[in-house]
């Protein structure tokens, strides 16, 4: 049934599958779902919609798409934060319900791309890049896209060995921890994405397109130091999630 809240036209889905990131990410929680009467949306990676739990909740969460658009369940990627919408979160089950706004959002993947391509991610702004890896995978289609991901520790890289089976598609893949300056173990990089780290990976970058996703003071100051490096406003695309 497609239903209406407010403005937003919803589908109603069953939780299939609940995995927590442990032992390496425990905070993050993978939902997949399925549209309870087949009927779904379409949507292009990057996009997001807003979760409700009750058809006339007022209390509501936008969280972007993980999975690809051709996979037979949605995914979300969803830091536990134990917040107001979160917390509700934690009580679902498997079998329970939850209700999906029709997806939206500028923050898409242009596929015609014919330059390096730099995704920044910075903690679970991760998840729209899983849809947009997962698409391209899906087609076997090969890009030169620079991912900088940045973690506060190590253990919360999110699905380390699917990243890294996306280096066959040419995905060039560089970790960054912020938390954990004397871990001798770790052979990354380390501290916040700048412009230093991204010209010490990335021989050309004035053609590419920039995709940064995560908290308002990440995508700030990595903007500021972008466009001073002559990279229009105009392909700088980004997806800004609270603080
Ligand atoms: C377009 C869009 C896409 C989003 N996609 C995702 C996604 O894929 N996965 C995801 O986990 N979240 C995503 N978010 C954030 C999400 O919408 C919620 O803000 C988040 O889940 C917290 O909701 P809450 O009600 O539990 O916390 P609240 O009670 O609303 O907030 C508590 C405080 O925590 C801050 N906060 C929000 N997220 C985090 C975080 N990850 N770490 C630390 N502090 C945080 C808030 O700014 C606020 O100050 C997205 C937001 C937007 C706008």
Redesign the pocket.
């Given at each position: 049934m497609l239903g209406k809240m407010g403005l937003k036209p919803f589908l109603i889905y069953e939780i299939k599958e609940l995995t927590h990131g442990e032992p390496d990410s425990p905070r993050i929680v993978s939902f997949k779902m399925r549209p309870v009467d087949g009927l779904r949306f379409d949507f292009v990676p990057g996009m997001?919609s807003s979760l409700f739990l009750k058809p006339d909740d007022k209390l509501f969460?936008?969280?972007?798409i993980?999975s690809s658009p051709n996979e037979d369940h949605l995914e979300?990627?969803?830091?536990m934060?134990?917040?107001?919408?979160?917390?509700q979160l934690a009580n679902l089950k498997v079998g329970d319900e939850i209700y999906v706004s029709e997806p939206r959002?500028a923050f898409t993947y242009q596929l015609d791309s014919q330059h390096n391509d730099l995704f920044l991610a910075a903690?679970?702004g991760i998840?729209?890049f899983f849809s947009m890896l997962r698409f391209l995978k899906s087609g076997n289609l090969k890009r030169n896209i620079y991912l900088f991901y940045s973690i506060k520790h190590k253990e919360d890289i999110v699905n380390h060995s699917e990243l890294q089976s996306y280096e066959e598609l040419g995905l060039k893949l560089v970790y960054t921890v912020t938390r954990d300056p004397d871990d001798r173990n770790w052979n990354g990089e380390r501290g916040r994405i700048n412009m230093q780290m991204i010209k010490k990976h990335v021989e050309s970058f004035s053609s590419s397109t920039v995709y940064l996703c995560g908290?308002i003071r990440f995508v700030k100051d990595i903007v500021g130091e972008l466009e001073s490096e002559g990279i229009e406003d105009g392909r700088i695309k980004r997806?800004i999630?609270?603080?």
């Open positions: 997001f969460r936008s969280y972007s993980a979300f990627m969803i830091e934060i134990n917040g107001k919408f979160t917390s959002g903690g679970i998840a729209p908290g997806d999630w609270g603080e």
